[in-house]
Protein backbone atom coordinates (compact mmCIF):
# COMPACT_ATOMS: atom_id res chain seq x y z
CA UNK A 1 0.00 0.00 0.00
CA UNK A 2 2.85 2.52 1.20
CA UNK A 3 4.62 1.47 -2.46
CA UNK A 4 1.38 2.48 -4.23
CA UNK A 5 0.76 5.64 -2.47
CA UNK A 6 4.08 6.77 -3.55
CA UNK A 7 3.70 6.05 -7.42
CA UNK A 8 0.40 7.78 -7.31
CA UNK A 9 1.98 10.97 -5.50
CA UNK A 10 4.90 10.75 -8.14
CA UNK A 11 2.32 10.70 -11.02
CA UNK A 12 0.10 13.84 -9.57
CA UNK A 13 3.77 15.25 -9.17
CA UNK A 14 5.22 15.21 -12.86
CA UNK A 15 1.83 15.29 -13.66
CA UNK A 16 1.19 19.10 -12.07
CA UNK A 17 4.88 19.99 -13.24
CA UNK A 18 4.01 18.86 -16.63
CA UNK A 19 1.12 21.24 -17.01
CA UNK A 20 3.28 24.02 -15.41
CA UNK A 21 6.09 24.07 -18.16
CA UNK A 22 3.36 24.33 -20.87
CA UNK A 23 2.66 27.65 -18.97
CA UNK A 24 3.41 31.05 -20.84
CA UNK A 25 6.11 32.98 -20.04
CA UNK A 26 6.79 35.84 -21.45
CA UNK A 27 9.54 38.82 -19.98
CA UNK A 28 8.90 42.41 -20.71
CA UNK A 29 11.05 44.62 -20.35
CA UNK A 30 9.31 47.54 -18.97
CA UNK A 31 6.18 48.01 -17.44
CA UNK A 32 4.08 49.54 -20.14
CA UNK A 33 4.75 46.18 -22.52
CA UNK A 34 4.06 43.82 -19.16
CA UNK A 35 0.61 45.45 -19.07
CA UNK A 36 -0.19 45.29 -22.79
CA UNK A 37 1.03 41.72 -22.62
CA UNK A 38 -1.01 40.59 -19.02
CA UNK A 39 -4.01 41.62 -21.02
CA UNK A 40 -3.25 39.31 -24.44
CA UNK A 41 -1.47 36.38 -21.94
CA UNK A 42 -4.18 36.80 -19.35
CA UNK A 43 -4.38 33.05 -16.87
CA UNK A 44 -2.34 31.12 -19.72
CA UNK A 45 0.89 31.90 -17.67
CA UNK A 46 2.99 35.10 -16.24
CA UNK A 47 4.14 38.16 -17.08
CA UNK A 48 7.35 39.03 -15.69
CA UNK A 49 8.85 42.42 -15.43
CA UNK A 50 12.79 43.63 -16.22
CA UNK A 51 13.19 46.75 -14.78
CA UNK A 52 11.64 47.62 -11.71
CA UNK A 53 9.76 50.54 -11.46
CA UNK A 54 12.45 53.48 -11.18
CA UNK A 55 14.94 52.14 -13.07
CA UNK A 56 16.26 53.84 -16.00
CA UNK A 57 16.32 51.74 -19.09
CA UNK A 58 19.79 54.26 -20.31
CA UNK A 59 21.88 53.09 -17.24
CA UNK A 60 20.78 49.63 -16.64
CA UNK A 61 23.00 46.45 -16.03
CA UNK A 62 22.25 43.30 -16.63
CA UNK A 63 22.72 40.87 -13.54
CA UNK A 64 22.98 37.04 -13.52
CA UNK A 65 19.26 36.64 -12.33
CA UNK A 66 18.33 38.29 -15.11
CA UNK A 67 20.27 36.46 -17.79
CA UNK A 68 18.31 33.60 -16.18
CA UNK A 69 15.23 35.33 -16.81
CA UNK A 70 15.60 35.95 -20.42
CA UNK A 71 17.17 32.21 -20.92
CA UNK A 72 13.73 30.97 -19.55
CA UNK A 73 11.44 32.73 -21.29
CA UNK A 74 9.45 31.70 -24.23
CA UNK A 75 9.25 35.25 -25.87
CA UNK A 76 10.65 38.72 -24.58
CA UNK A 77 9.19 41.88 -25.80
CA UNK A 78 10.85 45.21 -26.02
CA UNK A 79 10.53 48.37 -27.06
CA UNK A 80 13.66 48.09 -29.46
CA UNK A 81 17.75 48.81 -29.04
CA UNK A 82 17.39 52.79 -29.12
CA UNK A 83 15.32 52.43 -25.68
CA UNK A 84 16.62 49.87 -24.33
CA UNK A 85 20.38 49.49 -25.41
CA UNK A 86 21.52 47.18 -22.54
CA UNK A 87 19.66 44.55 -23.70
CA UNK A 88 20.52 43.89 -27.49
CA UNK A 89 23.83 42.44 -26.71
CA UNK A 90 22.27 39.94 -24.17
CA UNK A 91 19.40 38.75 -26.34
CA UNK A 92 22.19 37.50 -28.96
CA UNK A 93 23.73 35.32 -26.48
CA UNK A 94 20.20 33.37 -25.51
CA UNK A 95 17.68 30.82 -27.97
CA UNK A 96 14.83 32.89 -27.18
CA UNK A 97 11.66 34.32 -28.97
CA UNK A 98 11.80 38.00 -29.07
CA UNK A 99 9.26 41.04 -29.95
CA UNK A 100 10.16 44.56 -30.98
CA UNK A 101 7.88 47.18 -30.78
CA UNK A 102 9.28 49.81 -32.30
CA UNK A 103 9.00 50.38 -35.83
CA UNK A 104 5.90 48.24 -35.46
CA UNK A 105 5.21 46.71 -38.83
CA UNK A 106 5.70 43.86 -40.92
CA UNK A 107 9.19 45.16 -41.73
CA UNK A 108 10.30 46.19 -38.36
CA UNK A 109 8.97 43.34 -36.10
CA UNK A 110 11.65 41.18 -34.86
CA UNK A 111 10.85 37.50 -35.96
CA UNK A 112 13.69 36.16 -34.00
CA UNK A 113 14.43 32.84 -35.33
CA UNK A 114 15.40 29.94 -33.12
CA UNK A 115 14.26 27.05 -31.26
CA UNK A 116 10.80 28.77 -29.72
CA UNK A 117 9.45 30.02 -33.20
CA UNK A 118 9.17 26.85 -34.24
CA UNK A 119 6.24 25.47 -32.21
CA UNK A 120 3.51 26.49 -33.95
CA UNK A 121 -3.75 46.36 -22.37
CA UNK A 122 -7.87 47.75 -21.36
CA UNK A 123 -8.52 48.71 -17.54
CA UNK A 124 -4.81 49.01 -16.89
CA UNK A 125 -4.38 51.42 -19.99
CA UNK A 126 -6.40 54.41 -18.27
CA UNK A 127 -3.19 54.74 -15.96
CA UNK A 128 -1.07 55.76 -19.28
CA UNK A 129 -4.11 58.50 -19.86
CA UNK A 130 -3.24 59.91 -16.33
CA UNK A 131 -0.32 62.26 -17.87
CA UNK A 132 -0.04 64.11 -14.52
CA UNK A 133 2.01 61.06 -12.90
CA UNK A 134 3.88 59.62 -15.72
CA UNK A 135 5.77 57.28 -13.04
CA UNK A 136 2.53 55.00 -13.24
CA UNK A 137 3.63 54.20 -16.38
CA UNK A 138 6.74 53.99 -17.54
CA UNK A 139 9.64 52.95 -15.71
CA UNK A 140 12.35 54.74 -17.78
CA UNK A 141 10.73 58.10 -15.93
CA UNK A 142 13.29 57.30 -13.28
CA UNK A 143 14.27 61.38 -13.79
CA UNK A 144 15.76 62.04 -10.81
CA UNK A 145 18.88 60.33 -11.78
CA UNK A 146 19.16 63.12 -14.70
CA UNK A 147 17.96 66.06 -12.91
CA UNK A 148 21.18 67.20 -13.48
CA UNK A 149 21.94 66.66 -17.27
CA UNK A 150 18.18 67.58 -18.31
CA UNK A 151 19.41 68.37 -21.85
CA UNK A 152 21.41 65.10 -22.50
CA UNK A 153 19.44 64.48 -25.83
CA UNK A 154 20.67 61.10 -25.94
CA UNK A 155 18.95 60.76 -22.74
CA UNK A 156 16.27 62.60 -23.28
CA UNK A 157 15.10 62.74 -26.89
CA UNK A 158 16.50 59.28 -27.80
CA UNK A 159 18.40 61.14 -30.91
CA UNK A 160 15.32 62.85 -31.95
CA UNK A 161 12.71 59.89 -32.13
CA UNK A 162 9.97 59.36 -29.55
CA UNK A 163 9.87 55.93 -28.60
CA UNK A 164 7.26 55.86 -26.33
CA UNK A 165 4.93 54.51 -28.78
CA UNK A 166 2.41 52.87 -26.11
CA UNK A 167 0.65 56.67 -25.36
CA UNK A 168 -0.69 56.85 -28.68
CA UNK A 169 -3.09 53.87 -28.15
CA UNK A 170 -3.70 52.84 -31.89
CA UNK A 171 0.14 51.93 -31.33
CA UNK A 172 -0.19 50.46 -28.24
CA UNK A 173 -2.88 48.23 -30.17
CA UNK A 174 -0.92 47.16 -32.98
CA UNK A 175 1.43 46.16 -30.72
CA UNK A 176 -0.96 43.65 -28.68
CA UNK A 177 -2.07 42.37 -32.07
CA UNK A 178 1.31 41.82 -32.95
CA UNK A 179 1.99 39.66 -29.74
CA UNK A 180 -1.30 38.03 -30.15
CA UNK A 181 0.18 36.37 -33.19
CA UNK A 182 3.56 35.66 -31.68
CA UNK A 183 2.62 34.48 -28.88
CA UNK A 184 0.17 31.95 -31.07
CA UNK A 185 3.09 30.73 -33.20
CA UNK A 186 5.30 30.13 -29.44
CA UNK A 187 2.04 28.20 -27.30
CA UNK A 188 -0.21 27.21 -30.36
CA UNK A 189 -2.30 25.87 -27.80
CA UNK A 190 -3.10 29.05 -26.64
CA UNK A 191 -3.85 30.39 -29.89
CA UNK A 192 -8.13 30.85 -29.15
CA UNK A 193 -7.13 32.26 -26.00
CA UNK A 194 -4.79 35.30 -27.25
CA UNK A 195 -7.59 36.05 -29.77
CA UNK A 196 -9.98 36.40 -27.03
CA UNK A 197 -8.36 38.20 -25.02
CA UNK A 198 -6.79 40.58 -27.78
CA UNK A 199 -11.01 40.88 -28.79
CA UNK A 200 -11.39 42.08 -25.45
CA UNK A 201 -8.03 44.46 -25.10
CA UNK A 202 -8.87 46.05 -28.38
CA UNK A 203 -12.73 46.77 -27.59
CA UNK A 204 -11.96 48.27 -23.74
CA UNK A 205 -8.99 50.33 -25.65
CA UNK A 206 -10.65 51.53 -28.26
CA UNK A 207 -13.67 52.26 -25.61
CA UNK A 208 -10.96 54.70 -23.39
CA UNK A 209 -9.69 56.10 -26.72
CA UNK A 210 -13.43 57.31 -27.43
CA UNK A 211 -14.03 58.76 -23.96
CA UNK A 212 -10.19 60.71 -23.67
CA UNK A 213 -11.22 62.53 -27.16
CA UNK A 214 -14.17 63.42 -25.76
CA UNK A 215 -12.67 64.56 -22.57
CA UNK A 216 -9.58 66.54 -24.34
CA UNK A 217 -11.83 68.47 -26.46
CA UNK A 218 -12.32 71.76 -24.12
CA UNK A 219 -8.65 71.83 -23.43
CA UNK A 220 -7.50 71.37 -27.01
CA UNK A 221 -5.84 74.67 -27.47
CA UNK A 222 -4.23 74.53 -23.85
CA UNK A 223 -0.22 73.70 -23.46
CA UNK A 224 1.04 71.29 -20.50
CA UNK A 225 4.61 71.13 -19.87
CA UNK A 226 6.99 67.70 -18.72
CA UNK A 227 10.00 67.55 -17.42
CA UNK A 228 10.91 64.46 -19.94
CA UNK A 229 9.65 64.61 -23.63
CA UNK A 230 7.71 62.12 -23.52
CA UNK A 231 4.34 63.06 -25.08
CA UNK A 232 4.76 63.14 -28.82
CA UNK A 233 2.28 60.29 -29.39
CA UNK A 234 -0.49 61.30 -27.26
CA UNK A 235 -0.21 64.74 -28.22
CA UNK A 236 -0.69 64.18 -31.90
CA UNK A 237 -3.55 61.28 -31.44
CA UNK A 238 -5.50 63.31 -29.65
CA UNK A 239 -5.10 66.84 -31.30
CA UNK A 240 -3.66 68.29 -28.30
Known amino acids: MRFKA ?21 LASIKPLQL ?27 KPSDMR ?31 QMADNDEEHIDH ?7 HADHADHAD ?41 PIEGLAFADALKDRLSLVYPQHAETFAANYARFEQNLRGLDAALHQQFIPVKSQGFFVFHDAWGHFVEHYGL
Do not use: C
Not at 112 to 118: K, L, P, Y
Open 6 to 26: IIVFLSLFFSQFSLAADDVKV
Open 36 to 62: IAHDIVGTTGEVQLLLKPGASPHHYSM
Open 69 to 99: KLADAGLVIWVGPEMEQFLAKSLRTVKTSTL
Open 112 to 118: HTDDHAD
Open 128 to 168: HADHADHADHADHADHADHADEAVDEDHHDHHGEDLHFWLD
